[in-house]
T-cell receptor, first 115, second 115 residues
Framework: AQSVSQHNHHVILSEAASLELGCNYSYGGTVNLFWYVQYPGQHLQLLLKYFSGDPLVKGIKGFEAEFIKSKFSFNLRKPSVQWSDTAEYFCAVNARTGGGNKLTFGTGTQLKVEL | ETGVTQSPTHLIKTRGQQVTLRCSSQ?????VSWYQQALGQGPQFIFQYYREEENGRGNFPPRFSGLQFPNYSSELNVNALELDDSALYLC??????????????FGPGTRLTVL
């Protein structure tokens, strides 16, 4: 069975600081990887995804993530965070078995950006 | 293009009762997945429907059941409610095409409280 670990449960940063949120998954086969974001009072939104190709993927609002297959990792990064990035961030993985997309989520990282 | 919608927004039930939650998929999508998100946790996969048939199930008991209709809307039914069923229930829709990975888009969720 696949699983996802997000190491940082709560992160507090000042505006303009750099962000890196860790995500590791356990599954030996081919995977699709996702980061979703949930802003206060809003529903889960797709931030970025990796299916294949260039392991460095860029998403919305200046976010990017790097897939490192040897480390089973898909860390999320942003060079300079803004107050509006305050949200909960979820990493998710889908084992590519050809049977559709059944996501396994991490427990989430609550990011607070202070002015 | 309309997004994923869910109803009702909030629901309060008592232990032992039954509940039905509803979801309308994003226009053009043929697959719907349901997730349970307990407080402080990431969403957990309940099951997925593709072309009106169950296409995968997570670690949930049979009292969790679902339907997908010809217009790709969906229902989640939970019988014999337990206190631990209190959670946010998320619906996600996607377009599953042959040989291609799909991306799930989430609705705002239904907050179920079991007393």
């Amino acid at each position: 069975a696949q699983s996802v670990s997000q190491h940082n449960h709560h992160v507090i940063l000042s505006e303009a600081a750099s962000l890196e949120l860790g995500c590791n998954y356990s599954y030996g086969g081919t995977v699709n990887l996702f980061w979703y974001v949930q802003y206060p009072g809003q529903h889960l939104q797709l931030l970025l995804k990796y299916f294949s190709g260039d392991p460095l993927v860029k998403g919305i609002k200046g976010f990017e993530a790097e897939f490192i297959k040897s480390k089973f990792s898909f860390n999320l990064r942003k060079p300079s965070v803004q107050w509006s990035d305050t949200a909960e961030y979820f990493c998710a993985v889908n084992a590519r078995t050809g049977g559709g997309n059944k996501l396994t989520f991490g427990t989430g990282t609550q990011l607070k950006v202070e002015l | 293009e309309t997004g994923v919608t869910q109803s009702p927004t909030h629901l309060i039930k008592t232990r032992g009762q039954q509940v039905t939650l509803r979801c309308s998929s994003q226009s053009g999508h043929n697959t719907v997945s349901w997730y349970q998100q307990a407080l402080g946790q990431g969403p957990q996969f309940i099951f997925q429907y593709y072309r009106e048939e169950e296409n995968g199930r997570g670690n949930f008991p049979p009292r969790f059941s679902g339907l997908q209709f010809p217009n790709y809307s969906s229902e989640l039914n939970v019988n014999a409610l337990e206190l631990d069923d209190s959670a946010l229930y998320l619906c996600a829709s996607s377009l599953r095409a042959s040989g291609a990975a799909d991306t799930q888009y989430f609705g705002p969720g239904t907050r179920l409280t079991v007393l």
